[in-house]
């Protein structure tokens, strides 16, 4: 890896989806919500962005706004083969080095989480970085939909450490919080190369959650944690909820003209 290692963030797009049909072209603030997070994306500001798109409207939708789109076999069975499908598409030079996997249904996600979700890669020598966020909610500690990393925390302030697990269950046990998982990813490229190459494992199949199958085959998982948790958006309440947010942020200060 160079001193100044190249950076693409790529963003993952399907229109298919069993709660939320057609997900990422769905109004939001008056666009398309796949913008959302593609502007979180160019605001983050550590490299290109690129929406991997199963879908010719995805990706007419991001092209219409000015932003970067590749079209990716809708057959890939994750949304992690579509980001490698793309950076290999848009760099058959292997001119970069790493890559961020953004979730496209996070059109609130704080741009710096970006940048942190790398930091384990390059500061730390892990093979993928990625996000937690301390929890005490009763309510996430009991919901399977909310994943849970079971981190080795490396520092006194528990900021930073390592992946021993993830899961759907509440764990670990005994007092103390949570760590609510955010699917953002950073990936050196080989790392990238080699998840995509390995075969789904026993436990992703058991718990459904494909980060597991690197840490099967011995990859490093580091992670930094973080304070909020950007809200996904994934069934008709979560849209509801993120439209109110976004009525609220939209309307003009007391004074300003209406």
């Not at 994934?234 to 976004?246: I, M, N, S, V």
């Amino acid at each position: 890896m160079s001193t100044s290692p190249s950076v693409l963030v790529v963003i993952p797009s399907r229109l298919a989806a069993t709660r939320l049909p057609r997900k990422p072209l769905i109004d939001l603030a008056g666009e398309p919500m796949i913008l959302h997070v593609w502007r979180r994306g160019v605001e983050a500001a550590i490299g290109p962005v690129v929406v991997a798109a199963a879908d010719p409207e995805i990706a007419f939708a991001v092209e219409a706004a000015g932003g970067n789109a590749v079209l990716t076999d809708p057959d890939l069975p994750s949304g992690t083969d579509r980001v490698l499908a793309a950076v290999d598409e848009l760099d058959p030079g292997r001119t970069v080095d790493l890559v961020v996997n953004l979730q496209g249904d996070m059109p609130e996600v704080d741009p710096a989480y970006l940048a942190l979700a790398l930091a384990p890669v390059i500061e730390d020598g892990c093979d993928i970085g990625t996000l937690v966020v301390p929890t005490d909610d009763a309510a996430e500690r009991d919901d399977p939909n909310c994943v849970k990393a079971v981190v080795s925390f490396t520092d006194a302030e528990q900021t930073r450490g390592q992946a021993l697990y993830f899961t759907r269950a509440a764990a670990p046990s005994g007092a103390g919080p949570l760590y609510h998982h955010v699917g953002i990813y950073g990936f050196s490229r080989d790392a990238l190369e080699r998840f995509c190459d390995l075969p789904p494992s026993p436990l992703e199949r058991r718990e459904r959650l494909e980060q597991l199958r690197a840490l099967e085959a011995g990859m490093r998982i580091g992670v930094r944690s973080v304070p909020v948790a950007p809200p996904g958006i994934d069934t008709p309440e979560d849209l509801a909820a993120a439209r109110k947010r976004f009525a609220h942020s939209l309307r003009p200060a007391a004074g300003d003209d209406a």
